[in-house]
């Protein structure tokens, strides 16, 4: 399954709103996660099984979607954002990301 | 605590062979899923590998009969061993527990395949 986002980049202003979208080869259902890469660090589980948002993260990030179509939402960009955001799908055994999105400060 | 360690990564040859491993704490590795993650210099995530508690097994096409994956229950330690290395291969390796979702993941340790 191969799994396509778009943006591969984008430039906001603090304060906007911010939607990253990932499409799904085929039908996946729900088995989607979505995951925050900052430099030097290891990845982190943002949203999972597409709509549920991971503990201690911050309630301005959102996930929706399902089947093939998912977005990826920060209702209020903040400096601290600035992340590489990847998608994931768990559907099959062969799992795969999505090629990332990169989030910068306009 | 939760812990996830990897260690094993070097600097080999194209044709070499390398064995990385993940030492486990804080969870029973044989009653969970755990993959292998790699991310090459400046690239994205890719899933390399998968072993379930069941013990199934499954890989990337482009490491297929290339690479192993498995683990030691004594240990509590997942490995993977990577023969026939090239290029392409070069990357930082990660291990994670498998929930779907990877969560949570290991450091990291650093292959590099050059001559």
């Known amino acids: 399954i191969q799994m396509t986002q778009s943006p591969s980049s984008l430039s906001a202003s603090v304060g906007d709103r911010v939607t990253i979208t990932c499409r799904a080869s085929?039908?996946?259902?729900?088995?989607l996660v979505w995951y925050q890469e900052k430099p030097g660090k290891v990845p982190k589980v943002l949203i999972y099984?597409?709509?549920t948002l991971q503990a201690g993260v911050p309630s301005r990030f959102s996930g929706s979607g399902s089947a093939t179509y998912f977005t990826l939402t920060i209702s209020s960009l903040q400096p601290e954002d600035v992340a590489t955001y990847y998608c994931?799908?768990?559907?099959?055994?062969?799992?795969?990301f999505g090629q990332g999105t990169h989030v910068e400060i306009k | 605590e939760v812990q996830l360690v990897e260690s094993g990564g070097d600097l080999v040859q194209p044709g070499g062979s390398l064995r990385l491993s993940c030492t486990v704490s804080g969870f029973t590795v044989s009653n969970n899923h755990m993959s292998w993650v790699r991310q090459a210099p400046g690239k994205g995530l890719e899933w390399v590998s998968v072993?379930?508690?069941?013990?199934?097994?499954h890989y990337i096409d482009s490491v297929k009969g290339r690479f192993t994956i498995s683990r030691d229950n004594s240990k509590n330690t997942l490995y993977l061993q990577m023969n026939n290395l090239r290029a392409e291969d070069t990357a930082v390796y990660y291990c994670?527990?498998?929930?779907?979702?990877?969560?949570?993941w290991g450091q990291g340790t650093l292959v590099t395949v050059s001559s």
């Open positions: 085929q039908d996946i259902g729900s088995t």
């Open positions: 994931q799908q768990h559907k099959t055994d062969v799992r795969t």
């Open positions: 072993i379930y508690a069941g013990g199934n097994t």
């Open positions: 994670a527990k498998d929930l779907g979702r990877f969560d949570p």
């Open positions: 099984t597409a709509s």
